[in-house]
């Protein structure tokens, strides 16, 4: 059976900073694009971080960009999102997906095939 499992999330003043994992289970995503999602409340899911397979390119939501950063340790099959400089409006749940047919990460949630079960972060004002 095929698991993402996120860890990381909390609560955090704006300004600090968090650092989320995803850790998968079942197979290696080794030849996959990965990415970072979230979802708000009343919000549809978006996009936030993605990684190629060999993690040499990445792609980042406007928002988040020079923030947030996506990394991969392929031999732990782990992904990691990396987030400074919070701010409240980054408040959501953050999932973690996986895209089986894509060795690049694509901004759209319908190509990944894996997902997680969320990981809470809140940011207080």
């Known amino acids: 059976q095929v698991r993402l499992l996120e860890s990381g999330g909390g609560l955090v003043q704006a300004g600090g900073s968090l650092r989320l994992s995803c850790a998968a289970s079942?197979?290696?995503?080794?030849?996959?694009?990965m990415g970072w999602f979230r979802q708000a409340p009343g919000k549809e899911r978006e996009f936030v971080a993605g990684i190629s397979w060999k993690g040499h390119s990445t792609n980042y939501a406007d928002s988040v960009r020079g923030r947030f950063a996506i990394s991969r340790d392929n031999a732990k099959n782990t992904v990691y999102l990396q987030m400074n400089s919070l701010k409240p409006e980054d408040t959501a749940v953050y999932y973690c997906?996986?895209?089986?047919?894509?060795?690049?990460?694509?901004?759209?949630?319908?190509?990944?095939?894996?997902w997680g079960q969320g990981t809470q972060v809140t940011v207080s004002s």
């Open positions: 997906a996986a895209d089986a047919d894509n060795k690049v990460p694509i901004t759209r949630p319908s190509p990944y095939d894996f």
């Open positions: 079942g197979r290696t995503f080794s030849d996959n694009a």
